[in-house]
């Protein structure tokens, strides 16, 4: 039983599943943590506004009250919405409400019997749904195909539904959650601890610590030497951080050398197309993402890869 699911037929659909779940985290834990900040900003506004509305604008000075008025319809706002987490309240059709039921959420085959639409309405269902259904299932083909029926295609596989979800995230909100990339570094420092994968604790430590600060130094230098805005956020270093704790820090270079020119390539032919504006920071998450996928599954090859392109950079 367990060969059976641990063969790729059995983790490609655990893999369809799960990527229909990672729909909804997509989807929804960008507003959960918009939320978050609109109450968080709220909260400070309350208490440092009269305050500093008079340090900066002189000591008599009251702030206008259309600012109060302001911020208490937002509180308003948000406490009434009805509370969202990752399970509750469940999928609906964004246009008519309808409720999604178990036959219509079946992963791919639903999409393609309603024809992408909403059996109810008949509104357009966007393609990247299925889409990132079949991604999921595929990689966690991929991950059994590679390693077999073991530990680390289940570490891989897991770290498959972390790093699609970031890439997504990333991709349109230029957003990497703490909730996803802080599990990518946990699961890959336990993985080595456990001995799951063959990658060793030392090497695992190294690597988040190395991939953290590789990107770390590069925005700090980006910042001092150049004197432009830091091009690398928070979010960036903690998932390569995560991507070396994974791998351990042999494969970073190689990741990070992939990554950089897939964006780059990407990056360029935008501007080229004129699709994206200069000035606008390109999420580089997906192209960590992508880069940290082939590490996980093709560790030898990234490493040799990152080596190969050392010579090219003066290294
Ligand atoms: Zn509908």
Redesign the pocket.
């Known amino acids: 039983m367990a060969d059976l699911i641990l063969s790729p037929l059995g983790l490609g659909i655990l893999g369809l599943l799960i990527g229909s779940f990672l729909n909804v985290v997509v989807h929804r834990l960008p507003a959960m943590y918009m939320r978050e900040w609109w109450r968080f900003d709220l909260a400070e506004f309350a208490l440092a506004d009269a305050r500093s509305w008079r340090a900066a604008f002189g000591a008599r000075d009251e702030p206008p009250r259309e600012l109060a008025a302001a911020s208490e319809a937002i509180k308003r706002h948000l406490d009434g919405l009805a509370p969202l987490t990752l399970w509750r309240p469940r999928s ?7 409720a999604i039921r178990a036959l219509e959420n079946i992963p791919v085959v639903s999409w393609l019997v309603l024809r992408g ?7 357009r269902i966007a393609w990247r749904y299925p889409l990132l259904e079949a991604a999921t299932g595929i990689l966690f083909a991929a991950c059994a195909w590679r390693f077999g029926a073991s530990a680390q295609a289940l570490v891989s596989c897991a770290a498959v539904a972390l790093l699609l979800p970031m890439a997504l995230i990333d991709l349109e909100y230029t957003l990497l959650p703490d909730s996803l990339t802080i599990p990518l570094v946990v699961l890959g420092l336990v993985a080595a601890a456990a001995g799951w994968t063959p990658v060793r604790w030392g090497d695992a430590a190294t690597g988040a610590l190395v991939g953290y600060g590789v990107l770390w130094a590069f925005g700090a230098f980006w910042q001092l030497a150049l004197h432009k805005a830091n091009a690398m956020a928070e979010g960036d270093m903690k998932m390569l951080a995560g991507i070396g704790a994974l791998t351990g820090w042999q494969p970073i270079a190689g990741a990070l050398f992939l990554a950089a020119i897939l964006g780059a390539v990407v990056g360029v032919g935008l501007i080229a197309l004129g699709r994206h504006k200069r000035e606008v920071p390109i999420p580089f998450g997906p192209y960590l993402a992508l880069g940290g996928l082939a590490a996980v599954l093709f560790p030898q090859a990234i490493g040799g890869f990152g080596e190969s392109l050392a010579p090219l950079v003066g290294l």
């Open positions: 609906r059709c964004p246009e008519c409400g309808h639409r909403c059996s109810a309405c008949g509104t």
